[in-house]
């Protein structure tokens, strides 16, 4: 299987044989089930939602609750998986495994130019007192009488789905695994792990 679905816990540090301090992320696959399997993919889900329809109730009736997050992913040809309601087996990971990490980055809320996307600023000289973080010029005059569709401006900054790409798996636990450095979202959000 090349995709697995986890909760990101929280962040910490190992040692590897030469005390090297690595910075890790713990992300969580107790909670993750096999919800449907079917000829070549397989259904994973997260959680359980507190409240539900009856539609989804029948959809998940095998199951006996209804899931918060699902996700389908593909199966390998001659790969073997445990049965529906079975926790997902986290040993399809190993260590040094090559992974890219999607989640939910955080939001941080309405910003201005300099914090969402990097400008400079005005310079802080010659008398200046309220243009240090201002944007500047959004555009021409009379042509073309318009700002461009995607300009970058103030606005809401974060908040957004997200991949992280090449991080290195370096210890796979009973439920869990260890990443190398920093993943989206905040602790307790749902991850994507894909398998490079």
């Not at 918060?68 to 073997?80: L, R």
């Not at 240090?132 to 300009?151: D, E, M, N, Q």
């Amino acid at each position: 299987m090349a995709q697995a679905i986890g909760i990101k816990q929280m962040m910490t540090t190992v040692f590897d044989e030469n005390g090297t301090a690595i910075p890790v992320t713990v992300i969580d696959f107790s909670e993750t089930v096999i919800v449907s399997k079917e000829e070549g993919k397989s259904m994973l889900g997260v959680g359980k939602r507190k409240k539900s329809t009856r539609a989804l109730e029948g959809v998940y009736k095998g199951l006996g609750y209804v899931p918060k997050y699902v996700k389908e992913v593909k199966i390998t040809e001659g790969e073997e998986l445990p049965g529906v309601g079975e926790v997902f087996p986290v040993d399809v990971f190993q260590d040094g495994d090559i992974v890219a990490v999607q989640g939910t980055s955080k939001g941080k809320g309405f910003a201005g130019v300099v914090k969402r996307w990097g400008f400079a600023g005005g310079c802080a000289s010659h008398g200046q007192s309220d243009r240090l973080r201002a944007p500047g010029s959004i555009g021409a005059g009379t042509t073309p009488g318009r700002v461009f569709k995607g300009k970058k401006m103030a606005g809401r900054k974060g908040g957004e789905t997200c991949t992280v790409k090449n991080l290195r798996v370096v210890g796979v636990g009973d439920d869990y695994i260890l990443v190398s450095g920093s993943v989206p979202g905040s602790s307790g959000s749902y991850v994507v792990v894909t398998k490079q």
